[in-house]
């Protein structure tokens, strides 16, 4: 029952670098989120995707893309790191209705120094 | 402006000990209501999920209450035990926003043996 997975863990990235932060569910879900988590603050959202070959905005979109690669998968890119995306990033996937349950992947701390 | 605030920040009980936790929000309109435990270092785990006609539900330990006329929830643990350490986070959301969660920064808990 691996659920969502979220690969790296951790990542220490210079400023201006690129890099993806990969997603993968085994659950049969249609939407996908991702999130970061900030001190002191709520978890927000990033970018979303309701089924496979559609995204929408969140939040704070600014300085990431997203690819549903398919159902199963939902990727987060970083073209040019900055300093103020250090923060933990959250994937999670959830069914179908307002009322359904998210399930979180592990994290994955990342630090642009 | 939707909000979702949680009191206390932070708690410190022995074990053994019940304890409260509680959520205000200003999220309009209404859908539902989620509790979430988030251990150090790992994705938040759904607790409870209530709608605007639930106004008690339990899961094991955990019972959530909602007070859907004053916007108010309380998380309510009883016979804390050592692994109840983490933090506890209420999401709000609201109907007709489809993916709009509110976070709320959640009240970090410590069990003392």
């Known amino acids: 029952n691996a659920g969502v997975t979220q690969t790296p863990k951790f990542q220490v990235l210079k400023t201006g670098q690129s890099m993806t932060l990969q997603c993968a569910q085994d659950?049969?879900?249609?939407?996908m989120y991702w999130y970061r988590q900030d001190p002191g603050m709520g978890l927000r959202l990033i970018y979303y995707?309701?089924?496979?070959?559609?995204?929408d905005k969140g939040e704070v979109p600014n300085g990431y893309n997203v690819s549903r690669l398919n159902k199963r998968e939902f990727s987060l890119r970083l073209e040019s790191a900055a300093p103020s995306q250090t923060s933990v990033y959250f994937c999670?996937?959830?069914?179908?209705?307002?009322?359904?349950?998210?399930?979180f992947g592990q994290g994955t701390r990342l630090t642009v120094v | 402006k939707n909000q979702v605030e949680q009191s206390p920040q932070s708690l410190i009980i022995l074990e053994g000990k019940n304890c409260t936790l509680q959520?205000?929000?200003?999220?309009?309109?209404?859908?539902?209501l989620r509790w979430y435990k988030q251990d150090t270092g790992r994705g938040p785990v759904s607790l409870t999920i209530?709608?605007?006609?639930?106004n008690t539900k339990s899961n094991g330990r955990y019972t959530a209450t909602l007070d859907a006329d004053t916007k108010q929830s309380s998380l309510h643990i009883t016979a804390s035990q050592l692994s109840d350490s983490a933090s506890y986070i209420c999401?709000?959301?609201?109907?007709?926003?489809?993916?709009?969660?509110?976070f709320g920064t959640g009240t970090r808990l410590k069990v003392l043996a």
């Open positions: 999670a996937s959830g069914g179908i209705g307002m009322n359904t349950e998210a399930f």
């Open positions: 659950m049969n879900h249609n939407s």
């Open positions: 995707s309701a089924s496979e070959g559609t995204t």
């Open positions: 959520c205000n929000y200003t999220v309009s309109p209404f859908s539902n």
């Open positions: 209530m709608t605007f006609s639930e």
């Open positions: 999401v709000v959301s609201a109907k007709g926003r489809t993916y709009k969660y509110i």
